[in-house]
Each structure stands twice: as C-alpha cells, then as structure tokens.
C-alpha cells in the first residue's frame, strides 16, 4: 500500500530532551515536507526537500533539524525540544514539488513538550 | 507577501449543497489545492486547480478565478461524512522552487 509511515504517533517528552520524528514513504516520490499544525494557525512548513541531500528551510524552522540521506526518509530532528514545540506533527510527500502533485500525507504525530 | 483566507466554521443540511470560499494573494501563484480533514486524521487531497473555472470530481466540484484571487470548493448531495475541515492551500515559485501555503482551514459540519 502506497503511505508515508510516520512514528511516533504520540510522544510526550520534556524540555531539553533530543527526540526525533522518523518518517518513510514507500512511493519513490522526490519531494517531501514537514508541517506543524496549531489551532487557529492551520498548517505551516518547517522544512523541506526537493531530493536526497537537499533541504531547505520552510517557513517556521527555528528548533528543528532535518536531513534527507535517503529518498524514503526524512526525519524531524528536535535537539532542545521546548513546551512552545507542542504541536500536531505531519510529513508529506509528492512526486515532485509543481504543478498538481498533491501531497500524500503521514498519520500525524502528536507532540507535547512539558 | 502572501496571505490566504477562509472562514472558520460552517453549517449546512445533509442532502443540500454548500460552497466554501477561499480568497488569496500572493505572487507567482501556480495553482490552487483543496485538501479535506476529518478530526484527528490526516489531510487528504481533493483537488487542483490551475487555470480559470470549474473542475467537478463526483460531489466536489472546485472553481478559480485568478484574476480575483479567489476559489471555492462546492459540495453536492451532502453527508454525514462529510463533516471535516477543509484546507485551501497556493503553490507559488519561490527562488526556482514551488511552496506551499495554507488557511486555517473551514469546519464544516453537517447536521441531519
């Protein structure tokens, strides 16, 4: 089944606490993304990668790392994880950033930072 | 610089019809998606749209007007199921890449 695995789906850690957030998409796609979600600010980007080695940065990326060595994944690297970081979590693939490729999207990933 | 907006919630009848509006403005647009969200899910991918009008894909249908920066999403024979949030999101170029941008999103919820 073609999906983007994202794991953990819930996680609860404390400040300063590195964590990581995998994410796998079994489609071959090129393009990938991550997405935070809060109430009342809908979806917006932290980081993403047009292809394996290249990431640039999305429109809210302070706190966050990420690295693209292999096509398939795409983690979320939170170093220093702070209580401002609490947050629904998404990644999302296509096939290529342009024109009417829409995104297929992981299963989210509920974060909270105490 | 870029903004996009809709409303925040929205109520209609199972069986009618409802239109949900999405205005924008940014520069460099290249095309317009629609993506449904049900409570605690995942979006999911409705629609695209690129030039001028009216797209129709079953129930949903997506309309654009470039020129006013402005879409909507309409949807037909409603249903239960189709209480979620909607998401309007602009591609754009941006430094010879495309970007993403979404709204807030509209809950929409059916009522019997």
């Known amino acids: 089944e073609a999906q983007v695995t994202q794991n953990p789906r819930y996680l609860i850690t404390v400040t300063g606490k590195k964590l990581t957030v995998t994410c796998s998409q079994n489609?071959?796609?090129?393009?990938m993304s991550w997405y935070r979600q809060d109430p009342g600010l809908g979806l917006r980007q932290i980081y993403y990668s047009m292809n394996v080695e290249v990431t640039d940065k999305g429109d809210v990326p302070e706190g966050y790392k990420v690295s693209r060595k292999e096509k398939r994944n795409f983690p979320l690297i939170l170093e220093s994880p702070s209580p401002n970081q609490t947050s629904l979590y998404f990644c999302a693939s296509s096939p290529r950033t342009g024109k009417g490729y829409g995104y297929t999207f992981g299963s989210g990933t509920r974060l909270t930072v105490v | 610089g870029q903004n996009i907006d809709q409303p925040t919630e929205m109520t209609a009848t199972e069986g009618a019809i409802v239109q949900i509006n999405c205005t924008y403005q940014t520069s460099g647009f290249n095309g317009l998606f629609w993506y449904q969200q049900h409570a605690g899910e995942a979006p999911t991918f409705l629609s695209y749209n690129v030039l001028d009008g009216l797209e129709e894909k079953g129930r949903f249908s997506s309309f654009l007007s470039r020129s006013k920066g402005y879409s909507y999403l309409l949807l037909k024979e409603l249903q239960m199921k189709d209480s979620a949030s909607y998401l309007c999101a602009f591609i754009r170029d941006s430094g010879g890449y495309q970007k993403v941008t979404f709204g807030t999103g509209t809950k929409l919820q059916v009522i019997p």
């Open positions: 489609m071959n796609h090129e393009y």
